[in-house]
């Protein structure tokens, strides 16, 4: 990686961020595609965020990504925010366009591309979400125009029920059920479910031996998609394997939205399988096999 005067720099804040994949997967796509850019990991202290987007106004950062806690937060701070982020309520990605800032969130269509590059199309399918939180709600207003029925199941039940109002009131009276999160609930839901897509954080390194969804229940005519990525196969994507369905592991959605931040800021198509390695290679390095 060669810097000069001229490159530009993009980064993620956030708070932890040690383990962030983000720096390996977009630093090998600006080499891939030889590109003057470069991209560090912030780690911003609470209370810090307002002088850190100062602090990307006054050294011309060009882009960034936001993670946990910072991704509602950072709102009142932009200049602008695009609708699909207004509507989520979140933003991961932020494009300095000339001194302007605003506010994108990719993690639905990064969802939505994963499921897609892997030949599952959601149009007239029954889906069910397990989760009501950034990532869920991003991909539900990706999903619920094209989904036949749309089926949110959430630990805490007002987070459903306010997420489902609000994609009824976006996209009319699409078929849209909301319930606790609970092993009965995710059993009835699941019986006519075509694709299931877990946006909880069950399942995420150090809990690898848990899962939102008992293994008896997986069937060989499900999708299967986990948005976490740490390990890749989670025990929800080992069972479904196991009974023969199709699963789309969390490193895809990571790469995909990831991918579609790049553009953004670079304004060139991004090599997402060459992001995709990357992000393996390291999640190898730190021992989590894939
Ligand atoms: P993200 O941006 O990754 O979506 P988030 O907004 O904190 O992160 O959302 C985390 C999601 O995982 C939420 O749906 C959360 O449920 P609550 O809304 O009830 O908090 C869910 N979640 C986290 N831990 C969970 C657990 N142990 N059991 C069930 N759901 C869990």
């Given at each position: 990686m060669k810097i000069s005067g001229k490159t530009k720099v993009c980064g993620i804040i956030g708070e932890p961020i040690e383990h962030t994949l983000s720096p390996t997967i977009h630093n090998a796509a600006f080499e891939e595609l030889n590109l003057d850019f470069v991209y560090v990991p912030f780690k911003v202290k609470m209370g810090m965020l307002k002088e850190a987007i100062r602090g990307v106004r006054s050294l011309g950062i060009i882009g960034l990504n936001v993670t946990m806690p910072y991704k509602s937060a950072?709102?009142?701070?932009?200049d602008d925010v695009d609708l699909v982020a207004r509507r989520v309520g979140a933003v991961n990605t932020i494009l300095n366009e000339g001194g302007s800032l605003i506010g994108y969130n990719t993690d639905g269509i990064g969802a939505l591309n994963a499921l897609k590059e892997n030949g599952v199309t959601i149009n007239g399918k029954n889906l069910l979400l397990l989760g009501a939180g950034g990532a869920g709600k991003a991909i539900a207003f990706h999903t619920a125009q094209e989904a036949a029925k749309l089926a949110i199941l959430n630990r805490t039940l007002q987070k459903a029920k306010k997420l489902a109002e609000a994609l009824r009131k976006e996209f009319g009276n699409k078929k849209i059920i909301c319930k606790k999160l609970s092993a009965e609930t995710v059993k009835e839901e699941l019986k006519d479910t075509e694709i299931l897509i877990n946006a909880t954080s069950i399942g995420m390194h150090p809990n690898t031996d848990q899962s939102p969804v008992t293994s008896g229940l997986m069937r060989p005519d499900l999708c299967v998609m986990d948005i976490v990525y740490n390990p890749p196969e989670t025990k929800l994507l080992k069972d479904a394997k196991a009974a023969g369905a199709k699963v789309v592991s969390g490193v895809e959605m990571l790469v995909y939205q990831g991918a579609a931040s790049f553009e953004i800021w670079t304004k060139h198509t991004a090599p997402v399988e060459v992001m995709k390695k990357a992000a393996f290679d390291k999640l190898s390095e730190f021992g989590v096999k894939h």
């Open positions: 950072v709102m009142r701070y932009l």
